[in-house]
């Protein structure tokens, strides 16, 4: 039954509501203004007093990131290499957690002690390169996937919920002649698509956002990501202004484009950050909702 609330619990949830909205509008608004900033004239911006909306709207911020003919293809790989690169990383991350949560293995937690050990000790820069150039994968766009293909920590998480799976759930699905395969695929993926959604998420954007493998192991400008051709752009635009404060007529060829480094840092940002956003609302509703509810009966 709803209670009638109180003056005094009025004001205290008045209290609360203002302090989550000034504490929401504090982490949104740096991310809206920087899409304000890519979108305004950046000659208008110099002037100071941007805040909610842009003055002087214009795609030409975001027009001089995108008119690099190598962006096209940059986008290609990185699509390629999420795509491809999530696949690969949570299905194997899973299958190895699958097999770590079974009783029936055995010397597992050998193998998890083993796992656990690379978290907190590895080769270092030096070695790692030697090992994948000795793999021949300079140059090659299995450097992006390879390496990745096992994440210990999602491991972990795999590991801990399927340890929570109802064993009455794979056992009867044993006593009906299901392999352990079977298993794997029919069963335990479909109920446990929230934690598979979630981990194919953080997995997906640190793909998309990866860009310093590419530039220890690429120097073909075909095989670049997006990241790294961004990087790249953002640089030569900082050198660009720095130049302009040296060369009277750089400086006037900069002022004539109207596009500042702020500007594009800024453009960079919507440009690589907004396909990822777009993904995440088809995917949200695994996170808050179980699919275990009816997978037994009593």
Same mark, same amino acid.
């Given at each position: 039954?709803?209670? !009638?609330?109180?003056?005094?619990?009025?004001?205290?949830?008045? =209290?609360?509501?203002?302090?989550?909205?000034?504490?929401?509008?504090?982490?949104?608004?740096?991310?809206?203004?920087?899409?304000?900033?890519?979108?305004?004239?950046?000659?208008?911006? @110099?002037? &100071? &007093?941007?805040?909610?909306?842009?003055?002087?709207?214009?795609?030409?911020?975001?027009?001089?990131?995108?008119?690099?003919?190598?962006?096209?293809?940059?986008?290609?790989?990185?699509?390629?290499?999420?795509?491809?690169?999530?696949?690969?990383?949570?299905?194997?991350?899973?299958?190895?957690?699958?097999?770590?949560?079974?009783?029936?293995? !055995?010397?597992?937690?050998?193998? #998890?002690? +083993?796992?656990?050990?690379?978290?907190?000790?590895?080769?270092?820069?030096?070695?790692?390169?030697?090992?994948?150039?000795?793999?021949?994968?300079?140059?090659?766009?299995?450097?992006?996937?390879?390496?990745?293909?096992?994440?210990?920590?999602?491991?972990?998480?795999?590991?801990?919920?399927?340890?929570?799976?109802?064993?009455?759930? *794979?056992?009867?699905?044993?006593?009906? &002649?299901?392999?352990?395969?079977?298993?794997?695929?029919?069963?335990?993926?479909?109920?446990?698509?929230?934690?598979?959604?979630?981990?194919? *998420?953080?997995?997906?954007?640190?793909?998309?956002?990866?860009?310093?493998?590419?530039?220890?192991?690429?120097?073909?400008?075909?095989?670049?990501? =997006?990241?790294?051709?961004?990087?790249?752009?953002?640089?030569?635009?900082? #050198?660009?202004?720095?130049?302009?404060? +040296?060369?009277?007529?750089?400086?006037?060829?900069? !002022?004539?484009?109207?596009?500042?480094?702020?500007?594009?840092?800024?453009?960079?940002? @919507?440009?690589?950050?907004?396909?990822? +956003?777009?993904?995440?609302?088809?995917?949200?509703?695994?996170?808050?909702?179980?699919?275990?509810?009816?997978? +037994? !009966?009593?």
């Amino acid at each position: 039954m709803h209670t !009638k609330q109180n003056f005094f619990d009025r004001i205290v949830s008045f =209290i609360i509501i203002v302090i989550l909205s000034l504490l929401c509008f504090s982490m949104l608004y740096p991310f809206w203004n920087s899409v304000v900033i890519a979108f305004n004239d950046s000659r208008d911006t @110099v002037a &100071g &007093g941007l805040s909610f909306w842009p003055r002087k709207f214009t795609l030409e911020n975001v027009g001089y990131v995108l008119q690099d003919p190598r962006i096209a293809n940059a986008f290609l790989i990185t699509i390629a290499r999420t795509g491809v690169g999530t696949l690969v990383s949570v299905l194997i991350t899973a299958i190895m957690a699958f097999s770590l949560s079974r009783p029936q293995l !055995k010397m597992r937690k050998v193998y #998890m002690a +083993l796992a656990v050990f690379t978290m907190y000790f590895s080769g270092g820069m030096i070695p790692t390169y030697i090992l994948i150039r000795n793999l021949g994968l300079r140059n090659n766009f299995l450097v992006y996937i390879l390496p990745m293909a096992l994440n210990v920590w999602n491991m972990i998480i795999f590991r801990s919920f399927f340890n929570t799976l109802p064993s009455g759930l *794979l056992e009867s699905a044993k006593m009906d &002649g299901a392999g352990w395969y079977t298993i794997f695929f029919r069963i335990v993926i479909p109920v446990s698509l929230p934690v598979f959604a979630t981990l194919s *998420l953080f997995t997906a954007v640190g793909q998309w956002n990866a860009w310093f493998d590419a530039a220890l192991y690429i120097s073909k400008p075909e095989l670049m990501p =997006i990241q790294t051709i961004l990087n790249t752009i953002l640089n030569t635009s900082s #050198m660009r202004e720095l130049m302009s404060k +040296l060369s009277g007529t750089a400086a006037t060829a900069l !002022k004539n484009s109207g596009v500042s480094s702020r500007a594009v840092t800024m453009a960079t940002m @919507v440009v690589s950050t907004t396909p990822i +956003l777009l993904v995440y609302p088809f995917i949200q509703r695994y996170f808050v909702s179980g699919v275990m509810i009816g997978s +037994l !009966k009593e």
